[in-house]
T-cell receptor, first 111, second 113 residues
Framework: DAKTTQPPSMDCAEGRAANLPCNHS???????VYWYRQIHSQGPQYIIH???NNETNEMASLIITEDRKSSTLILPHATLRDTAVYYC????????????FGKGTLLTVNP | DSGVTQTPKHLITATGQRVTLRCSPR?????VYWYQQSLDQGLQFLIQ???????AKGNILERFSAQQFPDLHSELNLSSLELGDSALYFC????????????FGPGTRLTVL
């Protein structure tokens, strides 16, 4: 699996957009970028995933660079309940579909 | 609520004992995954079952075993427990076994004294 690099922590003001970066320079052509988050000791929650096109759902947007070596998760209007650890995971390719969690980014949304 | 249920929520036991953790996947999901989260190791994949058969193995100790039953629920058996096995154990499920989102349960917190 490709390795990912994320900043250990970020702050965001409530109501503002939160932009969480992820580097995955060794990603291969058939690997997807997944984002999950974990709110204090709860089970991780799926947010969004993409292959090479930008994706948007009701929770967030995922912007993947053209060379696919990095991506950004965007929470358009962060709320206090978005405070969590956000994990960027590269997965797929062949039959390997296990999620490999790194240390993630602790996003703190401040009032 | 992800639709994945895990029992029990908390489990306290002694070293050397054996415990069984249970997971019921979301309705219609065929794949079940087990993960362990400890303070020093983070979230680690243990094992995956798809429609009753083992599909992938991760960092699962030989003292641990799992199975998925015909009704698709799964059990994770932990034996000869050690202090270091204290952790949160999560179960996740997905529709198939490939590139699709996994839905996580609330976890079982295991404390080994």
């Amino acid at each position: 699996d490709a390795k990912t690099t994320q900043p250990p922590s970020m702050d965001c003001a409530e109501g503002r957009a939160a932009n969480l970066p992820c580097n995955h320079s060794t990603i291969s052509g058939n690997e997807y970028v997944y984002w999950y988050r974990q709110i204090h000791s709860q089970g991780p929650q799926y947010i969004i995933h993409g292959l090479k096109n930008n994706e948007t759902n009701e929770m967030a947007s995922l912007i993947i660079t053209e060379d696919r070596k990095s991506s950004t998760l965007i929470l358009p209007h962060a709320t206090l309940r978005d405070t969590a650890v956000y994990y960027c995971i590269v997965m797929g390719g062949g039959s390997n579909y296990k999620l490999t969690f790194g240390k993630g980014t602790l996003l703190t949304v401040n009032p | 609520d992800s639709g994945v249920t895990q029992t029990p929520k908390h489990l306290i036991t002694a070293t050397g004992q054996r415990v069984t953790l249970r997971c019921s996947p979301r309705s219609g999901d065929l794949s079940v995954y087990w993960y362990q989260q400890s303070l020093d190791q983070g979230l680690q994949f243990l094992i995956q079952y798809y429609n009753g058969e083992e599909r992938a193995k991760g960092n699962i100790l030989e003292r641990f075993s799992a199975q998925q039953f015909p009704d698709l629920h799964s059990e994770l058996n932990l034996s000869s427990l050690e202090l270091g096995d204290s952790a949160l154990y999560f179960c996740a499920s997905s529709r198939m076994g490939g590139d699709n989102e996994q839905f996580f349960g609330p976890g079982t917190r295991l404390t080994v004294l």
